[in-house]
């Protein structure tokens, strides 16, 4: 049988000059098959993990197989992983220098020789500051104002996310705020999105690939003109190309479960961000609440 020639793409070092190749991934996103686009999903926000695992490592986060990255690997022009992992290094490396530049020197959180405790806790403390670094003042006070505005607010998320929803929840009748939650496909849930309307503000909570009744949420408040925020831990997340703000938290960790310190932040802080709209009235309703 004659072999057919296949055309290898360049690099993204070679093909696009100076483009890092967290652009490269991200302008070449929506070629990817689904499970390409969970790697690439994590490479993009979390560079600095990729810069440093393991093929292997790469597809256990990434909720994908070994073999799936090198084929990634290879779609984006390279011999396999290990070249797209020195590609990451460099814009790691590149990244680094001009943080390093402007920055005062200061001690180190931890030592060099750190604990599993500690280089966790080291771990949730940098994604607490990437988030911040990250977060746009804009959006925030845009989510904060229709938190405020909505007369009613759907918060969306399934598995690890339902327990953050329902916190949230949690924050905003204390303030007393309509809230209510989907976190699984049952019954009285699929009634809280039938009853989606304009008024209504659909916040969507996602950690990696969404599940699909988040994914679901989202779409029917489009369609319904609903008020929507992805509150999200990948920029190339399908709920934060649905919604119309979106809110960015970090989750790198060395442990075997992403960190969702820094959403925990988000969530206290957007809380808090409503509650500072008209302090005395909360305080008092607050200390109601405490005195029951």
Known sequence: MKRTATTT?????????????SDYVQSRFDEFSRSQKDVAQYIVDHLDEVAFQTAEELARRANTSSSTVVRFSQALGFEGFPELQHAAREEYRRRHESTAQGAKISEPLFSLDRSEFETAVAADHANVEATARKSSRSDIEATIEAIAAADRVLIAGTDQMAFFASYLRHLLMLLDLRAEIVASPSQEALSRLGRIDER????GLSAGRPHPLVVRALKLARHRK?????????TLSEVAKLAQTRLYYSSDSPAYVRSHTALLSVIQGLAYGVYA?????????IKAFRLK
Not at 9 to 21: D, K, R, T, V, Y
Not at 200 to 203: A, P
């Open 9 to 21: 793409i360049a690099p993204p070092h070679e093909a696009h000059g100076h483009q890092s190749l």
């Open 200 to 203: 209504t503000l659909v916040i």
């Open 226 to 234: 609903a008020r929507t925020v992805a509150i999200t831990d990948a």
């Open 277 to 285: 709209r008209d302090a005395e009235q909360y305080a008092d309703r």
